[in-house]
């Protein structure tokens, strides 16, 4: 692929799953079902989803990695889990706000 930027979509070739690059501070490979994404204009050639990239994504999710340098949209959800470098992304919480009492 490319170099990776905010604003990139990205497919799946495992399962259905369909993504956006909100952020993109380094230039990363990004998976899902454990195989690499291809643009969203890209024919593609369907792969086997590989079980240990199958816990699924969520739509309208957000997904990032440990530093926080990585945050993708999932629009479209799928059987596959969305990976950067070989490492599973965990699904962003939303900050808490402050109480107005």
């Known amino acids: 692929m490319g170099e990776l930027k905010a604003g990139v979509r990205l497919r799946s070739v495992t399962c259905d799953t369909e993504v956006v690059v909100v952020k993109a501070a380094r230039d990363a490979e990004v998976a899902c079902g454990g195989a ?29 990695d440990a530093e926080g340098t990585i945050e993708i949209l999932c629009v479209k959800a799928g059987a596959g889990t969305i990976s950067v470098d070989g490492v599973a992304l965990a699904l962003k919480v939303a900050k808490a706000l402050p109480a107005s009492d």
Do not use: H, N
Not at 41 to 63: H, N, Q, T
């Open 36 to 64: 690499p994404m291809a643009p969203l204009i890209d024919d593609v050639v369907a792969v086997p989803l590989d079980p240990d990239f199958s816990g699924g994504s969520a739509l309208g999710k957000r997904y990032t």
